[in-house]
């Protein structure tokens, strides 16, 4: 989808190991889909696109790497949703800019 905002599906199949290939815009541009660093330097996390070519060009390399290197993808897809887009993140989150505004009223 182009210019979606956060981009919920893209995050759910990332947790479910799902190598994602997204729209080049919005937030898996911004947030999603970006590389990760790893012990080995940085990793990939997915495949962004705007044209039907680049989806296409994104599915065909997904379906012909190495399985080693598709496993590695999506592991780390698979990682960066379960950290940065967690129950626990969302409310850490959520606590460190509510806080200052509840703590004046109170």
């Known amino acids: 989808m182009l210019d979606e905002h956060f981009g919920i599906s893209v995050v759910e199949y990332m947790a479910a190991g799902v190598i994602p290939i997204a729209h080049n815009s ?31 060009q994104a599915i065909r390399t997904v379906l012909e790497m190495d399985q080693r290197d598709r496993l590695k993808i999506a592991a780390a897809a698979q990682r960066r949703a379960a950290t940065m887009f967690s129950t626990e993140q969302f409310h850490q989150c959520f606590m460190e800019v509510i806080s200052p505004i509840l703590s004046i009223r109170a």
């Open 26 to 56: 919005g937030g898996p541009r911004a947030d999603i889909v970006v590389d990760v660093e790893t012990a080995y330097g940085l990793q990939r996390t997915g495949y962004l696109a705007e044209t039907k070519e680049g989806y296409c």
